[in-house]
């Protein structure tokens, strides 16, 4: 599996899983549409939870046997950086829904590690992981 085979895997693994736990997927893999210039990135998952708006950044390693797990671990990718240009992304969102700022919402995390022998997942939520 490619990186990106992987990515689109562990966003469907966290969408199942946010499913499981009440939430109502209300977009995947958004991308701006008022953004100019190259592509500024993308928000994995949009779910809602009762009133709660959650921009949802996934991060997915895998392990296939061969390999182990590195010592990084998967939500130790969202950087400042990348937490910045999420948080720019959910405003965005929310604005083309014209849904005010001020709303409850907040930036959440999924860091899946998958075990691709034994068709495993395991899954850490880090809620309003982000400021």
Same mark, same amino acid.
């Given at each position: 599996m490619d990186t990106k085979e992987i990515g689109a895997l562990g966003? @469907?693994?966290a969408s199942e899983y946010l499913k499981r736990k009440g939430h109502k997927i209300l977009a995947r893999n958004y991308v701006p549409k008022f953004v100019s210039g190259p592509q500024r990135g993308e928000i994995d998952i949009v779910a809602k939870k009762k009133d709660i708006i959650s921009f949802v950044e996934v991060k997915t390693l895998t392990e296939n046997g061969r390999e182990q797990?590195? !010592?990084i671990l998967p939500e130790d990718k969202v950087d400042y950086q990348k937490q910045r240009k999420i948080l720019k992304m959910a405003e965005n969102w929310l604005m083309e829904k014209k849904i005010p700022l001020n709303s409850k919402w907040q930036i959440d995390v999924i860091a899946i590690k998958i075990d691709l022998n034994n *068709? @495993? !997942? *395991?899954i850490r939520h880090f809620k309003n992981a982000v400021f």
């Open positions: 966003e @469907k693994v797990f590195s !010592a *068709r @495993k !997942a *395991r």
